[in-house]
C-alpha cells in the first residue's frame, strides 16, 4: 500500500468553525490531491498540489484552501465549516500527475453538525 | 457539466459470469483511463488503466477496451467472484498540464454467489 496517511480520520464539528485536514505520504510523490465522497456524485476533486507551494483548483474548490509547504504533507482547510460539507474526504498521490495512477489514503469522514 | 459518465448506478451479476461497467466522457482531450475499485470505510484501490493508444489492456480477471471514437470504455470482468463485489469508478486525465483526474459517479457491481 502506498505510505499515505489521513488524519483525523473521523471528525464532528460545529458549522462556522475552521477544519484542517492532513495528509502525509512517505513516497515523495510530486502530485497530491483532495477529493469529497458524496451519494450520488462519486468522487469530485476539489484542490490539488503539483509541487511545494504549488497548487490549483479542482471542480469543487469554494469553501476550502490547501497548503503545501512539504512534499510530504497537503492540507485542506475548511474555512467555515457549513453541513454541506459533510462529506468523506479522500487524499490521492500520484508521482507523474498524468500516465500514471492515483494512490488513495482511506479518507477523513467529517460531518458538520 | 461531467465529463466522465458512469450511466448505470447498479448491476447484479452470478458468480462466474461476466460483469461489464461502462463509462462515457465528453472531452476529447483525455488520453489515460483508470478504474478503481472502492470498498466500504476504505480508500479507492487502482485496479487498472489504459492509454488512448491503445483499445484494450488486461490483468488476470480485468480488462479494459476504450472506444475513442464513441468516447467509450469498458471494465470486464471473468470470471466474477463474490469479493468483486464494491463501488467502481472510472476515471480520466488530459495530457494537458493540468495534472486533473475527473471520476466518475460509480457503479456499485453486486456479484451473487
Known amino acids: 500500500d502506498a505510505g499515505i496517511t489521513q488524519s483525523p480520520r473521523h471528525k464532528v464539528t460545529e458549522t462556522g468553525t475552521p477544519v484542517t485536514l492532513r495528509c502525509h505520504q512517505t513516497e515523495n510523490h510530486r502530485y497530491m490531491y483532495w477529493y469529497r465522497q458524496d451519494p450520488g456524485h462519486g468522487l469530485r476533486l476539489i484542490h490539488y498540489s503539483y509541487g511545494v507551494k504549488d497548487t490549483d483548483k479542482g471542480e469543487v474548490s469554494d469553501g476550502y484552501s490547501v497548503s503545501r509547504s512539504k512534499t510530504e504533507d497537503f492540507l485542506l482547510t475548511l474555512e467555515s465549516a457549513t453541513s454541506s460539507q459533510t462529506s468523506v474526504y479522500f487524499c490521492a498521490i500520484s508521482d507523474q500527475g498524468h500516465n500514471s495512477p492515483l494512490h488513495f489514503g482511506n479518507g477523513t469522514r467529517l460531518t458538520v453538525t | ?113
Open chain 2, 1 to 113: 457539466d461531467q465529463q466522465v459518465k458512469q450511466n448505470s448506478p447498479s448491476l447484479s451479476v452470478q458468480e462466474g459470469r461476466i460483469s461489464i461497467l461502462n463509462c462515457d466522457y465528453t472531452n476529447s482531450m483525455f488520453d489515460y483511463f483508470l478504474w478503481y475499485k472502492k470498498y466500504p470505510a476504505e480508500g479507492p484501490t487502482f485496479l487498472i488503466s489504459i492509454s488512448s493508444i491503445k483499445d484494450k489492456n488486461e490483468d488476470g480477471r480485468f480488462t479494459v477496451f476504450l472506444n475513442k471514437s464513441a468516447k467509450h470504455l469498458s471494465l470486464h470482468i471473468v470470471p466474477s467472484q463474490p469479493g468483486d463485489s464494491a463501488v467502481y469508478f472510472c476515471a480520466a486525465s488530459a495530457a494537458s498540464g493540468t495534472y486533473k483526474y475527473i471520476f466518475g459517479t460509480g457503479t456499485r457491481l453486486k456479484v451473487l454467489a
